[in-house]
């Protein structure tokens, strides 16, 4: 069932990446953004871009979704791409 009425959108968490610094170097894990949004059926859920449907009542939120994260990009190359902008310690043992 695809959804075109308004939903009310509770919180919105914009994509990230979580950093962990080992012996020599950096991990980045990607976390996606997600949208919190109050369903139809008076259920608060948690939608993605991959998750985008009420497991309760099946309601299809896959629109407003979209266009809510597509909105909401990284600012900047930075943001999108932090391992481009690191650059080892003197102590580190990486050669630069």
């Given at each position: 069932?695809?959804?075109?009425?308004?939903?009310?959108v509770i919180?919105?968490?914009?994509?990230?990446?979580?950093?962990?610094?080992?012996?020599?170097?950096?991990?980045?894990?990607?976390?996606?953004?997600?949208?919190?949004?109050?369903?139809?059926?008076?259920?608060?859920?948690?939608?993605t871009r991959?998750?985008?449907?009420?497991?309760?009542?099946?309601?299809?939120?896959?629109?407003?979704?979209?266009?809510?994260?597509?909105?909401?990009?990284?600012?900047?190359?930075?943001?999108?791409?932090?391992?481009?902008?690191?650059?080892?310690?003197?102590?580190?043992?990486?050669?630069?």
């Amino acid at each position: 069932m695809q959804v075109t009425e308004l939903v009310r959108v509770i919180e919105y968490v914009e994509g990230y990446y979580d950093l962990e610094d080992i012996e020599f170097g950096r991990v980045y894990k990607w976390h996606p953004g997600s949208v919190v949004v109050e369903c139809i059926c008076g259920e608060r859920r948690t939608l993605t871009r991959s998750e985008t449907t009420c497991g309760e009542c099946g309601a299809d939120y896959a629109s407003i979704v979209r266009e809510i994260l597509a909105i909401q990009r990284p600012k900047g190359d930075e943001a999108a791409h932090p391992w481009r902008y690191w650059h080892p310690s003197e102590h580190s043992g990486i050669p630069c």
